[in-house]
């Protein structure tokens, strides 16, 4: 009886100093960020002809956010403001940087990286950087300590026209897509049959990385090149659906996030590590096939409509985050930033960011709205809408629209004006997700008041569309020779 009585103790003892150390551990992060996934993609957000069990276990097992913006709906932009907390613009950021282009992220912005290397986190990014190509803005300048991907769109090598200027025609031989390990090529990724190694390639040294440093706090970003077209998929997954290249794609995807939940279960890490999922933007639909769903929400990639901006994004963090969760509220990629920062006790930058702390929403909260307005950019400067809450306020402005055009097939684009004429209008997000019904002159408060707050957002952040630059914009990095 005495021996069962100091068993017991002991193996109370044992848990108690279990749970301190879990405790007192510092939280691992582990950000994935997909390419050009719709917010329709997934089987958790309404997929029918696939699945993805393995994200669809992460959503069951934390909280799933249906209301969740990127930044702006186009690369670049929308990486800045992950890695900073900023709108885009505020640090001189817009649309999608090309090889050798001449700027990239300043050095005095902060990343997500360089805040947590305050506190010791070992950091690693496995995939698409795009935040600047020239040494000085690749990820081992930014505080990062390893980087295995390519600097750029999958997509941005040379290309060939059929004759008309919307329809590009990747043909031959790629040279000028480099795979980089540090600072400099590894390869050069010069096929569709190459850029199917990609995923494997990502996933794999991301599954070491997470062995290598399992004792150690770490920051494991993963942004993915897929599925921005041209999309490859591995022999492994080639045809494996049966409905189609993207669908196979969608089950790779899914393999790769099962693989990263695997090492880190492998390595008692599953109720130490904070994971989140989303995509960088809508999805690029006038490539038709080749591209993913917007659930049924407007327009897609390249539009402030919610189709190009509101994306899939899950959050795990066993024991944190209670499992299960539907969250609804406003937030957006900008806000991960500060809510990283208050999981890791870091210190934000003395520069102004834009993300707002979700940490008490992530801890089941469903009562905290921190976030109540959202400005929507795009093009080199231009303030296209603004919302609040559920109320969003379409304002005049040239645009992308993909409405009333026939898509593209296998890897080739259909037409997408770049000039469609877009007028004001308010939206009722509750009751009308997909921006059909302009209810303005119904609710002329809403209208005042968003007006209002574009005003303030442009006094902030500028605004081209009315020719004002804005007093709160810091200038992007420029190439030094």
């Given amino acids: 009886m005495m021996k069962k009585l100091i068993l017991w103790i002991s193996a109370c003892f044992l848990l108690q100093s279990s749970t301190s150390f879990l405790e007192n551990k510092p939280t691992n992060i582990v950000l994935i ?3 050009d996934m719709g917010y329709g993609d997934l089987s958790c957000y309404g997929a029918t002809t696939y699945r993805t069990p393995n994200i669809d276990q992460l959503a069951s097992e934390g909280i799933r956010f249906t209301n969740f913006m990127a930044a702006q709906a186009v690369c670049s932009a929308s990486r800045v403001a992950l890695m900073t907390g900023c709108y885009p613009n505020r640090v001189g950021f817009w649309g999608a940087y090309g090889p050798n282009a001449k700027v990239g992220i300043a050095e005095s912005e902060m990343t997500m990286a360089e805040l947590l ?11 698409k950087w795009h935040l600047g190509d020239r040494k000085q803005f690749l990820p081992l300048q930014n505080g990062f300590d390893e980087y295995t991907g390519i600097p750029y769109s999958n997509d941005m090598w040379p290309v060939w026209y059929d004759g008309t200027p919307t329809t590009r025609m990747p043909k031959g031989q790629y040279p000028d897509l480099p795979l980089v390990e540090g600072n400099s090529p590894k390869e050069f990724i010069k096929t569709l049959d190459d850029q199917a190694r990609l995923t494997t390639i990502y996933t794999e040294k991301a599954v070491d990385f997470i062995n290598r440093n399992a004792k150690s706090p770490f920051f494991l970003y993963l942004p993915h090149s897929m599925p921005h077209v041209p999309i490859a998929v591995s022999d492994k997954y080639k045809g494996k659906s049966g409905e189609g290249l993207y669908a196979d794609l969608m089950m790779e995807i899914d393999w790769s996030i099962g693989e990263v939940m695997k090492a880190l279960k492998a390595n008692g ?56 969760l539907i969250n609804n509220q406003l937030l957006s990629t900008i806000d991960v930033f500060p809510t990283v920062a208050a999981i890791a006790g870091s210190t934000l930058p003395a520069h102004k960011i834009d993300g707002i702390n979700m940490l008490s929403t992530l801890k ?17 400067n231009s303030l296209e809408a603004v919302r609040r ?65 574009a005003d303030s957002v442009r006094e902030d952040l500028g605004d081209d569309i009315v020719g004002i630059e804005g007093n709160g914009r810091r200038p992007i990095g420029e190439f030094k020779e």
């Fill in 33 to 35: 960020f997909m390419d």
């Fill in 117 to 127: 290397k305050q506190k010791g986190y070992k950091t690693a990014i496995y995939g």
């Fill in 269 to 324: 890490l599953d109720e130490n590590t904070l994971v989140i999922f989303t995509s960088d933007n809508g999805p690029w639909i006038n490539y038709g096939n080749h591209a993913g769903s917007t659930g049924g929400l407007r327009e897609g990639k390249g539009t402030s409509y919610e189709g190009g901006q509101r994306v899939p994004a899950i959050a795990r963090w066993k024991g944190t985050v209670p499992a299960g």
């Fill in 364 to 380: 089941g909260d469903m009562n905290a709205k921190p976030r109540t307005y959202f400005a929507y950019y795009y093009r080199k």
């Fill in 389 to 453: 809450e559920h109320w969003k306020l379409v304002l005049p402005h040239r645009g992308r629209t993909y409405v009333g055009y026939t898509p593209g097939k296998d890897g080739f684009p259909g037409t997408a004006p770049e000039d469609h004429q877009e007028s004001l209008a308010l939206f009722d997000l509750r009751r009308d997700p997909g921006e059909v019904y302009d209810v303005q002159t119904q609710n002329p408060e809403i209208v005042k008041e968003l007006l209002d707050y």
